[in-house]
């Protein structure tokens, strides 16, 4: 009983003191889902591999290795962890982890802001849905705002800024896109919750990136017909319901066509929620 009471601590003692390292989770493309958020093995590796320059800007002399580094940036963006659980799992100190993080999401940043990408015409039209041929053929980006939950600032004029009556809560917002297809191919700035729809598209210069013929599919909140219309972008939203009217057999068939062909949009907005870091956001410069 003593040998295996010894045995069973000495097991402890190994876990306790072995920093966690990416072999511990690379076995299965479901452990690399749960604590990063890529769906499996070789998305790992290849977006690692996307940002191989990391390397060279890092130096070779690093406590954590940097495919390591990697994993405890995304496990932070997905999974929340603070940084005194990630000083205890990674075996460095907090500050050190605070580096790695800050210095990572900026790495992401430089290589990785390539996967947003706005699609030409033509390649919006060679992969259109048939649900989009069908009814909406010229759309070329449905767009939906997110709003994040952020903490409440000090400043009277910051809380009247990050205030959102949508949310009855201080929140970030931002402007999304995404391709018929499904691709999210626009993300705005961040910008505080008590801007309007009409506000962030006008700032974001979405529009800009459209084409004359070309159609925005969005909710029927997105009050920005004056803005499309001199562009001649067609504007594509469910029909408004008329005070104490029924709504008619067309509008109410062209209301279920949108919000079936919305769903792509919507998906993404809930993966992004997903992501535990996004759920309480801070304010800068407090």
């Known amino acids: ?12 003692d190994y876990l306790l003191s072995t920093p966690l390292r990416y072999e511990h989770i690379c076995e ?21 591999e996307e940002m191989s320059g990391a390397e060279d800007e890092s130096g070779r002399n690093q406590t954590v290795r940097l495919i390591d580094q990697f994993l405890m940036t995304l496990m932070h963006l ?45 390649q919006v039209d060679n992969t259109m849905p048939s649900d989009f041929q069908d009814m909406f053929p ?9 709003e994040l939950f952020t903490e409440t600032p000090k400043s009277l004029v910051e809380q009247s800024m990050m205030y959102s009556h949508y949310k009855t809560h201080m929140a970030w917002k931002a ?12 993300v705005s700035d961040l910008w505080g919750g008590s801007i309007s729809d009409k506000q962030i598209v006008r700032k974001s210069e979405i529009l800009r990136l459209c084409e004359k013929g070309d159609a925005i599919m969005a909710d029927k909140g ?21 005070r104490s009217k029924q709504m008619s057999k067309r ?36």
């Open 78 to 122: 997905k999974l929340g962890l603070v940084l005194a659980d990630l000083s205890f799992r990674f075996k460095v100190s907090r500050a050190t982890c605070s580096r790695i993080i800050n210095k990572w999401i900026d790495y992401m940043y430089v290589y990785l802001s390539f996967l947003t990408y706005w699609p030409t015409r033509q």
């Open 138 to 146: 010229r759309t070329r980006v449905v767009i939906d705002c997110t």
């Open 175 to 186: 402007l999304i896109g995404v391709t018929p297809n499904g691709v999210v191919s626009f």
């Open 28 to 48: 299965n493309d479901d452990t690399v889902r749960v604590y990063t958020g890529l769906p499996n093995v070789d998305t790992f590796h290849s977006v690692f």
């Open 222 to 242: 997105f009050l920005i017909s004056d803005l499309t219309t001199p562009l001649q972008i067609e504007l594509i939203t469910p029909p408004k319901k008329a």
């Open 251 to 286: 509008d109410t068939t062209l209301t279920r066509r949108v919000a079936n062909c919305r769903i792509h949009v919507e998906r993404h907005m809930e993966r992004l929620k997903n992501f535990r870091v996004l759920q309480n956001l801070t304010v800068q410069g407090q």
């Open 1 to 12: 009983m003593t040998e295996k009471n010894e045995t069973g601590t000495q097991t402890e």
